[in-house]
């Protein structure tokens, strides 16, 4: 197996020191040994001379697979994100690195341990090396201070001359009692860091996270997942609480399971990566300790942000916006559905289809970036593109189809009702409550999203159409809107609105503005509506009376119980003859 040699930004390497690192590539470690002194006096020398820290990526059968020029934190390696070649909590990889002392340190000799054990852990170990250690679950990070004042002399042998200490840090399946997740073994020479068992350590440590730490497993295909919000200037911490319930909604209904909650209160977001650098970090630690494995932030993100936050955490980040795609991608059933859910991820994804760096060149101007571009990139934009301007062209089709279908039942003189209202509110049992259907409902969010139109008789048995239409939602992502807009024109163009509205739940004012905004951007806030307070049987009368001078035509129901049907449609007849008098007229 040959391994990679990544020298990151550092430039103007000598050839002989090239050759050393490239010559480092080629050792190997015994299975049951931490280190070498022969490699711990290679990277030593190596630091001593280019003045810059190395750091070796070990595998478990002692191989070599990674030498970096930088700390632990610049290796860049697909096979230490979420890897687990054992069968523990531990990834199979080392790292070992060196860091540069600075002058005239007192040098730990043989014997001399004690003297290594009055450095403080903040300057053994820096922040960003042990969140690596964390975030990509590392057997153990190995850390061997260079003395700068040594001297190294392969001719004489000559050993620690310039390896001065060695420092080992490994995980816990748990925090300890001063809240870190990793342990700090006592410092050693590197002879003394030689002689240590690795594989009876390693051993030992993923039995300890197998017994002490069973919850941390993950099943295969199980998605654990860490919700962030920020707590902006101005905004109550009350009110993230409470969308952070919503968000824990929305990912319990795209099948994933909540480990934790993490909020920041900031004034604004970090433009390069949302949360601050150092609350990022904690995220990361976190996710670790979970056992998570997917991050979703109660916000919508920019690309740069989302990109950068994947990069500093170690798992996969979703925002909001792409939480909600997912699920309309989970509900759609119809043809129509999935072409209006596929055009909405799309325009999500379109922005944020960004070139690599490494495998492709760059698209740019100015002297030196001009030449074929991102050509894979391009043409990945380029077929988006077109996908999207055919999906809108399908999507437009829908629209004139509806259209006719509307003007038919216009002709019949058949009035029209569309039901509205807060996700899972109670909109479809509603409707198979009127119309005696049997339209899918369960107790999520969006459980239903392709829009059912059923007749049913008023009181005076004159026919009434009634549609059921997509649930609406605070921060209802603008793409959806776009997207969905030909079957949401079914709530323009009805005749009379019922907004279905889930009255036992404790912030149901806000649900009620939340769909006012949708209505007022669908330009259907106008129209005639009656306002259905559901789920009754769950709430107080006095809460009842309360909430029914706060809004248009209040009718009280229980689809479930069955109770206030006769109310409701009674109420729609009233509000249809006075909407359209010449059917009064027709009727009678």
Not at 419 to 427: A, I, P, Q
Not at 510 to 536: Q, R, W, Y
């Amino acid at each position: 197996m040959q391994g990679k040699l990544d020298l990151g930004n550092v430039k103007g390497l000598k050839k002989s020191e090239l050759k050393q690192l490239n010559k480092i590539l080629s050792k190997r470690i015994p299975k049951d040994k931490i280190l070498t002194l022969d490699l711990a006096d290679s990277v030593a020398e190596i630091s001593h001379n280019t003045g810059y820290p190395v750091s070796v990526v070990v595998n478990r059968r002692g191989q070599i697979v990674n030498v970096t020029v930088g700390n632990p934190g610049k290796v860049n390696m697909p096979e230490l994100r979420g890897l687990r070649v054992g069968p523990g909590r531990l990834c199979g990889h080392r790292i070992i690195s060196t860091q540069l002392s600075p002058k005239n340190t007192p040098r730990l000799g043989e014997g001399q341990e004690e003297i290594a054990g009055k450095d403080k852990p903040s300057e053994v170990f820096t922040k960003e090396s042990l969140q690596c250690l964390a975030r990509n679950r590392l057997d153990l990070l190995a850390q061997i201070k260079v003395d700068p004042d040594g001297r190294f002399s392969r001719a004489r042998g000559e050993h620690a001359k310039l390896a001065d200490v060695v420092h080992i840090a490994h995980l816990l399946p748990g925090r300890d009692s001063d809240g870190r997740l990793w342990k700090m073994l006592p410092p050693v020479t590197p002879r003394g860091a030689q002689e240590d068992d690795f594989e009876e350590l390693i051993g030992s440590l993923e039995q300890e996270f197998s017994t002490r730490a069973p919850g941390l497993k993950v099943a295969e295909g199980e998605e654990r997942a860490v919700l962030v919000a920020l707590i902006s200037e101005g905004s109550d911490a009350w009110q993230i609480e409470d969308d952070l319930d919503e968000l824990a909604q929305l990912v319990r209904t795209a099948g994933a399971t909540i480990c934790t909650r993490v909020t920041q209160s900031r004034q604004k977001p970090h433009p390069g990566h949302f949360l601050g650098s150092g609350k990022v970090q904690e995220v990361a630690l976190l996710v670790q300790e979970m056992g998570a494995n997917l991050v979703v932030v109660d916000s919508e993100l920019t690309p740069n942000q989302q990109k950068r936050m994947e990069e500093m955490i170690g798992v996969k980040v979703l925002d909001r916006t792409e939480l909600i795609l997912d699920i309309f991608a989970q509900r759609a059933r119809t043809k129509e559905g999935k072409l209006q859910v596929e055009l909405a991820q799309l325009k999500y994804l379109y922005p944020r289809l960004v070139g690599k760096g490494e495998v492709l060149s760059r698209l740019g101007g100015g002297i030196g970036t001009r030449g074929p571009g991102e050509t894979k990139l391009e043409i990945d934009r380029r077929r988006i593109r077109s996908r999207i301007n055919q999906l809108e062209k399908e999507t437009e089709r829908i629209r004139n189809y509806r259209d006719t279908q509307r003007r038919q039942r216009n002709t019949q003189n058949v009035p029209t009702v569309a039901l509205t209202g807060y996700t899972n509110s109670g909109k479809s049992t509603l409707l198979n409550a009127l119309t005696k259907s049997d339209v899918f409902v369960e107790n999520k969010l969006f459980a239903t999203l392709d829009p059912t139109t059923r007749r049913t008789t008023l009181p005076d048995h004159s026919p009434v159409l009634i549609s059921d239409t997509v649930g609406f939602i605070k921060k209802l992502p603008t793409s959806l809107i776009a997207s969905f807009r030909a079957t949401l024109e079914e709530v323009a163009v009805a005749d009379v609105l019922v907004h279905v509205v889930d009255a036992s739940h404790p912030n149901v004012l806000e649900h009620i503005v939340s769909v006012f905004d949708v209505l007022s951007e669908l330009g259907a806030v106008d129209k005639p509506i009656i306002t259905v307070l559901n789920k009754a049987d769950r709430v107080r009368r006095e809460d009842l009376e309360w909430l029914m001078p706060q809004v248009p035509n209040p009718v009280i129901t229980s689809a479930t119980s069955r109770v206030g049907l006769g109310s409701l449609l009674s109420k729609i007849q009233t509000v249809i003859q006075d909407v359209r008098p010449d059917r009064q007229r027709s009727s009678a």
